[in-house]
Each structure stands twice: as C-alpha cells, then as structure tokens.
T-cell receptor, first 118, second 109 residues
Framework: GAVVSQHPSWVICKSGTSVKIECRSL??????MFWYRQFPKQSLMLMAT???????TYEQGVEKDKFLINHASLTLSTLTVTSAHPEDSSFYIC????WGEGSYNEQFFGPGTRLTVL | DAKTTQPPSMDCAEGRAANLPCNHS???????VYWYRQIHSQGPQYIIH???NNETNEMASLIITEDRKSSTLILPHATLRDTAVYYC??????????FGGGTRLMVKP
C-alpha cells in the first residue's frame, strides 16, 4: 500500500515552454502533498507544501508564479514549471501524506521526474 | 528539529553487515530518528524510525544510544541493491522531514 506515482518520469523541453508534472496517490487519499527539487549530487530541498483545496505554501526562495502547484483532489497534485529555463533542470520529487498538519513526517515518496530544459 | 551529521560515504562488502552512523547530539526528547534511503534517480524510501528503543523491521535495525545523541542503522546482510544514499533525520512527530547530505553507501561484490 501507500504508493505514489509521478508522470512523466522524465521530460525534455525547450527553454521558455511550460511543463506540467503530475503526482498521484494510488491507494490512499493524500490530504497533504509536498514537492521537492534535487540537483545532481545534492540533497532534496522542499519547494512547497499543498493541502487539498487550498493554496500551496512555498518555501523561502521558491517563486510561486514560476512553480504553479494545484492540489485539486485528494489523489492528485500538479506542479507546472512555467517558462522553464536550463537552470530549472532538476529532479522533481513529490510526496504525499494521508494526514494533514501534525503528521507531516508520515510521507510516501513518488519515483521522481527528471526535467531537462534545453 | 535537531541537526544530524553523517559520514559522506562508506563502503561495505556484499553479504556483510552495513553499519551507518548518525550523530544527533542536540536531539530533544520528543524528536524521533528517521532513516530513509534514495537509490539513484528514484524517490526516497522509508526504512525505519525510532524514539528511544532499538527497532527492527524486515529492512534494517536501528540502534539508538541511551543518551539518544547518536544512532546506527544496520543492514544485516548488505546486497548490491542496497547501494544508495542513506539519510538520517531527526524530527518531532508530525513535523516536516529535512533532508541533509546523507551517507552514500557503496556495496561492493
């Protein structure tokens, strides 16, 4: 149980285009979903936390207008990288928690999406 | 949440026990110790967590010192598939997980 999927697993796009990444909880309802970014040989950095039906909370330094997060249902969250540039090339990982604030340590991670912007 | 310190890398021979240390000298009484691992180009995988007592599951054992200032993750019979980055995280129940540098474990034949 507790499986989280991401789609696509990898994507290559041209600079200036937008890319949407989906994160789905397959066998549970995710009250909270998290988006992380990981550059090569570095650790995961939290980008934002989103609760179903409300606006995402972004970490300091993460541009909310560039990284649009939508958590419209209890099983789906999307991250859209708008006007992508080569420096946005990274490994994007989502995680999901069946519970809300107060249980953020119970997270199940997706397999990640590798974004390459040319 | 308390900061954790781990060696950046370790090697282990296949079939032998891998003992991964973690220092969390400033851990507070209500902070748990979590271990995750990340195999190359995959999302993190939960391994085990504990508060005070030693814990064991099908993947690993977690040994926490009596003063809780350090812990050791033990993979009893390491295989090549255990090659990964292992993250030790101290966090209060319910709090976000903050990933540090981790230990890159290389299991060698």
């Amino acid at each position: 149980g507790a499986v989280v999927s991401q789609h696509p697993s990898w994507v290559i796009c041209k600079s200036g285009t937008s890319v949407k990444i989906e994160c789905r909880s397959l066998d549970f309802q995710a009250t909270t979903m998290f988006w992380y970014r990981q550059f090569p040989k570095q650790s995961l950095m939290l980008m934002a936390t989103s609760n179903e039906g409300s606006k995402a909370t972004y970490e300091q330094g993460v541009e909310k207008d560039k990284f649009l997060i939508n958590h419209a249902s209890l099983t789906l969250s999307t991250l859209t990288v708008t006007s992508a540039h080569p420096e946005d090339s990274s490994f994007y990982i989502c995680s999901a928690s069946p519970w809300g604030e107060g249980s953020y340590n119970e997270q199940f991670f997706g397999p990640g999406t590798r974004l390459t912007v040319l | 949440d308390a900061k954790t310190t781990q060696p950046p890398s370790m090697d282990c021979a296949e079939g032998r026990a891998a003992n991964l240390p973690c220092n969390h000298s400033t851990i507070s009484g209500n902070e748990y110790v979590y271990w995750y691992r990340q195999i190359h180009s995959q999302g993190p995988q939960y391994i085990i967590h504990g508060l005070k007592n030693n814990e064991t599951n099908e993947m690993a054992s977690l040994i926490i010192t009596e003063d809780r200032k350090s812990s050791t993750l033990i993979l009893p019979h390491a295989t090549l598939r255990d090659t990964a980055v292992y993250y030790c995280i101290a966090a209060r129940a319910g709090n976000m997980l903050t990933f540090g540098g981790g230990t890159r474990l290389m299991v060698k034949p």
